[in-house]
């Protein structure tokens, strides 16, 4: 049987060449930002990483009393287990980090607009469930920095008004990170949050296929003639495999030079260690709360908390609605206050994870 | 022994040259491959029938002799006088066993750089002013001098990891330079050799890249077509012969030295020597990524690649250039020439000796005074009015010149492998017993497979460990208590 044969044989049943016909008469805007698509591609790429290298890791970790310890053969007996730990470590980080470029960049180019809301909230829950990926698989290998700095993350929730407490309770299976907490974490890392973000992921990719690559208001404002495209493939394809092949380079380059270490066992009667702090991606808010504390202290410390809370819920739903406010396709006043509210965003999120890391110094 | 006063906090003095030596591979590389790179594509080009495509070949190779002049000529040649500042400074004992056994072929090696510099500047300048063939003549003329530096220098670089039986006998004996040639086609010199050959035709080809992704592809698309692909073919045979020359090269160096590579298999400890593993690791997959990036991004759309994936590529191969170099100068530990000396410049049949006269005995570069049992740090590290006085100096002052000596070309205090860090947690006594552990350099110690012995008498090893001890577990202030 040929080749053309079996293709033949598959064509007839899964229906390949409308596939490829689609892919061939699918185009990708060329312009000077073009670069920018390529970001959540990366995403995307990261994400497998984050599949296949964490399945590697459940032959061997074991939640519960002694997750420490699975930890620890994993990182200094299995051979390579180092390399596996690493690189589940580290692309967690660069997803989060190419998670929040894609964000901007969609933000900037203003692409959340008619028909692409869809794309822009389920991108923007997407992110959430990562973050949230993150925080989860923080505490597993359950050594001092990780069980510390989970009591602190964990601070975040609890200052909700009314439910915070409660929430907080539930998330640590007790009234303190324990064993028990490591085992919730390990359900909701594994099971609970795959099977929330891989439909949802599934949504966003056919939506983005749906509705294709949004060309910048600077682009669009041109005529036809003058507006570039490339063939999505095999041309966009290609770069965006070598954009795959850079990323992993660079995860590469870090998990090899900066391999994931492990800390001491967890002692919850031991003092905090100093300088302790949640992962990059959650500084902001942190020193966010750890400013209003300063402000509104003393009795009204808890005023402080709530204003903090009301401060971030109004911020991400002001995030999370922008395509309902700027929705026109002209670049008028309400595109210019967007685009302020994004560089105000911008410069706060480097602003205060900066103060963050400059006070632990 | 090293200079004592030669101390870079932070970076450590490896790094100084590791620094210099990557940047200078990566140009000195180019130099030789782009040396090949120009007179063929010179004579592609002349082969080409008359028309614009040929006059664009040739008007794009003077614009890439150009910036080939500019980055071999005079940032190759400034990282090359880098080098020996640095490695003098650092590793004086190791450049001195150099010298003197390699006088003759340095002297080659200049001999040719000096026709290298001359023909380079001749074929620049010499564009369309020349006959097209002597034109061509020049171009063969560089690409063999450029050549000939490198058949000269990688003998005496691969003589610093496996210098070779012949070589040995004579070592210490003041006719080393008999040996010459032994020690120069020592056991990984072709295999190397051909290696760096592979490796400098694939650089050649990347920073050809550079110039060919600036050519206007809607404006001359036959031009960078073709010129970017033909770059592209540079790189494949290094990428298809270098796996095999690699294992060669491996089977070639000593099976100590082959451990270290396995070191990191199974763990991230850090004081085992582990990043040898996962340095090695890198290589394989920005090698391999070097390769698909240009494969995607250049030959199959040459009219669209740009700069920016130049670079990309460009900086790629900076990573698996750095990580090669870094590897093979782990590769030789403990050693700095291959069972001759050991990487802190102590000579191996000098070790029984220091340990029966004292470190400081045999190091220049400390002020020997009224006594023989004192010494101290040259003059400018005491402060003048004490120079040629008593030595009043605490015992860790003479810990911190062994320090210098012995610990300081691979570690630092607090930077780069920082021994305050490595030995947190221990105190005076458990630092003491580390020290006499690499002084006793049992046959079973992990320690021989990486690090040279500590050598000197118990004296040295007390004032070591005080110094030591002094930066791990500093005494604490006293407090202050208010005055009544």
Same mark, same amino acid.
């Given at each position: 049987m040929t080749s053309k044969a079996i293709y033949?044989?598959?064509?007839?049943?899964?229906?390949?060449?409308?596939?490829?016909?689609?892919?061939?008469?699918?185009?990708?805007?060329?312009?000077s930002q073009s670069f920018w698509y390529y970001w959540g591609g990366i995403s995307l790429f990261l994400f497998l990483v984050q599949c296949f290298t964490g399945v590697l890791l459940l032959v061997y970790y074991r939640p519960g009393a002694e997750a420490y310890e699975s930890v620890r053969q994993i990182t200094f007996v299995m051979h390579f287990g180092w390399l596996i730990r690493s690189a589940h470590a580290w692309s967690a980080s660069l997803m989060i980090f190419s998670i929040l470029v894609h964000m901007f960049s969609v933000y900037f180019m203003r692409a959340y607009r008619k028909p692409r809301e869809f794309g822009w909230l389920s991108g923007m829950a997407l992110l959430g469930i990562a973050s949230v990926f993150g925080f989860s698989g923080y505490l597993l290998p359950m050594d001092e920095l990780s069980y510390f700095a989970t009591k602190v993350g964990l601070q975040i929730p609890a200052a909700i008004p009314w439910i915070g407490a409660g929430l907080a309770n539930m998330l640590r299976g007790g009234p303190d990170v324990s064993e028990f907490t490591v085992q919730r974490f390990f359900a909701l890392h594994v099971v609970v949050l795959p099977a929330i973000f891989l439909p949802l992921l599934g949504f966003h990719l056919w939506l983005v296929q749906r509705h294709g690559n949004a060309s910048p208001p600077s682009i669009e404002a041109l005529p036809p003639e003058q507006r570039k495209t490339m063939p999505f493939f095999p041309n966009f394809v290609r770069k965006d495999l070598a954009m795959w092949l850079i990323a992993l380079n660079i995860l590469a380059l870090l998990a090899s030079v900066f391999p994931w270490s492990l800390g001491k066992p967890f002692d919850p009667l031991a003092p905090a260690p100093l300088g302790i702090h949640p992962e990059w991606y959650f500084m902001s808010p942190f020193?966010?709360?750890?400013?209003?504390?300063y402000v509104f202290s003393g009795k009204y410390a808890a005023l402080g908390e709530i204003a903090g809370i009301l401060l971030f819920t109004l911020g991400i739903a002001l995030w999370f609605l922008i395509p309902f406010y700027d929705n026109s396709k002209e670049s008028g006043q309400r595109a210019r206050v967007a685009h302020y509210f994004g560089l105000l965003v911008v410069f706060h999120l480097l602003i205060t994870t900066t103060i963050g890391y400059w006070l632990i110094q | 022994m090293n200079y004592p006063f030669w101390e870079i906090p932070i970076l450590g003095? @490896?790094?100084?040259? @590791?620094?210099?030596?990557?940047? %200078? =591979?990566?140009?000195?590389?180019?130099? =030789?491959? @782009?040396?090949?790179?120009?007179?063929?594509?010179?004579?592609?080009?002349?082969?080409?029938?008359?028309?614009?495509?040929?006059?664009?070949?040739?008007a794009q190779l003077a614009g890439f002799s150009k910036f080939f002049l500019i980055l071999t000529a005079v940032f190759g040649t400034v990282s090359g006088v880098g080098i020996w500042f640095a490695i003098g400074l650092t590793h004086p004992e190791a450049t001195s066993t150099l010298i003197h056994n390699f006088v003759f072929g340095w002297a080659m090696e200049w001999v040719f750089f000096l026709v290298e510099l001359t023909t380079i500047i001749v074929y620049y300048n010499t564009w369309g002013k020349i006959d097209s063939k002597l034109h061509l003549a020049v171009g063969w003329v560089y690409a063999v001098a450029s050549l000939c530096t490198l058949i000269i220098i990688n003998g005496i670089l691969t003589f610093m990891l496996t210098p070779g039986a012949a070589w040995l006998r004579v070592a210490g004996t003041g006719r080393e330079a008999s040996k010459f040639w032994y020690a120069f086609f020592n056991p990984t010199y072709w295999p190397s050799l051909f290696l760096r050959a592979c490796?400098?035709?694939?650089?050649?080809?990347?920073?050809?890249?550079?110039?060919?992704?600036?050519?206007?592809?809607?404006? %001359?698309?036959?031009?960078?077509?073709?010129?970017?692909?033909?770059? =592209?073919?540079?790189? =494949?045979?290094?990428?298809?012969?270098?796996?095999?020359?690699?294992?060669?090269?491996?089977?070639?160096?000593?099976?100590?030295?082959?451990?270290?590579?396995?070191?990191g298999i199974d763990t991230i400890g850090s004081g085992t020597f582990s990043i040898i593993t996962r340095i090695a690791l890198l290589i394989i997959v920005t090698s391999a990524t070097i390769v698909g990036v240009a494969y995607f991004l250049a030959y199959r759309n040459p009219r669209e690649f740009n700069l920016s994936h130049a670079i990309a590529i460009l900086l790629l191969a900076l990573i698996a250039t750095g990580s090669g170099e870094y590897a093979r100068e782990m590769l030789r530990k403990p050693y700095v020439i291959g069972n001759w000396m050991y990487s802190n410049g102590v000579r191996v049949p000098y070790v029984s000796r220091i340990n029966q006269e004292g470190y400081l005995a045999h190091s220049n570069w400390v002020w020997k005074d009224y006594d023989e049992s004192h010494y101290k740090l040259m003059s400018y590290l005491v402060p003048p009015s004490t120079v040629g006085q008593k030595d009043t100096t605490p015992n860790y002052s003479r810990g911190e010149a062994i320090f210098r000596g012995e610990c300081g070309s691979c570690h630092t205090l607090n930077g780069y492998r920082p021994l305050a860090k490595l030995l947190a947690g221990r105190d005076r006594a458990n630092i003491s017993s580390f020290i006499t552990m690499l002084h006793d350099y049992k046959p079973?110690?992990?320690?021989?497979?990486?690090?040279?012995?500590?050598?000197?008498?118990?004296?040295?090893i007390d004032d070591l460990a005080d110094f030591l001890n002094a930066q791990v577990n500093p005494p604490q202030k006293p407090v202050q208590t208010a005055k009544k």
């Open positions: 033949n044989w598959v064509d007839e049943r899964l229906g390949l060449s409308e596939l490829a016909a689609f892919a061939r008469h699918k185009t990708v805007p060329v312009h020193e966010m709360l750890k400013l209003l504390g | 003095s @490896g790094w100084v040259i @590791g620094i210099i030596a990557i940047f %200078h =591979v990566m140009i000195s590389q180019f130099a =030789v491959g @782009g040396g090949l790179y120009l007179p063929m594509a010179e004579r592609k080009a002349m082969q080409m029938p008359e028309g614009q495509l040929r006059t664009e070949w040739l490796v400098c035709c694939a650089l050649a080809g990347i920073w050809a890249l550079i110039t060919a992704s600036r050519i206007d592809g809607d404006k %001359h698309p036959a031009l960078k077509t073709t010129m970017v692909q033909w770059s =592209v073919k540079w790189l =494949v045979p290094s990428f298809v012969a270098t796996p095999f020359l690699l294992i060669w090269y491996l089977w070639m160096v000593p099976a100590s030295q082959q451990a270290l590579l396995t070191l079973d110690s992990p320690y021989r497979r990486y690090m040279p012995p500590m050598v000197g008498t118990k004296q040295d």
